[in-house]
């Protein structure tokens, strides 16, 4: 199995169930100069709403479930468009 696939199938599972707030990890196109200490993650608020977007946090907060908390890395219209992009979760 690809690792795009993996990495979808994996990603379906936390929107089609609601599971959590997922870490991702840093991107080289987006994790630097401005959020190159920010940690890359979809809120849980994001992934009720079946909505796309990355956003980082400091590397010191610990809470990925506040709702709509920390800066906009990146927004995608669909999940394809998101992990053809390179996003991964955090392992």
Do not use: T
């Not at 609601?18 to 080289?28: G, I, K, R, T, W």
């Not at 190159?36 to 977007?53: C, E, G, R």
């Not at 800066?71 to 392992?91: F, H, Q, T």
């Amino acid at each position: 199995m690809s690792d795009k696939i993996y990495q979808k199938l994996y990603f379906e599972a936390i929107f089609n169930h609601d599971l959590y707030a997922p870490v991702l990890e840093p991107h080289p196109d987006y994790c630097v100069l401005q959020f190159s200490d920010s940690v890359p993650y979809i809120s849980y608020d994001d992934v009720i709403n079946n909505k796309y977007i990355v956003r980082g946090r400091p590397a010191g907060e610990d809470n990925p479930s506040v709702p709509y908390a920390g800066e906009i890395i990146a927004e995608y219209e669909n999940l394809d468009e998101l992990v053809n992009k390179g996003w991964r979760l955090n392992s």
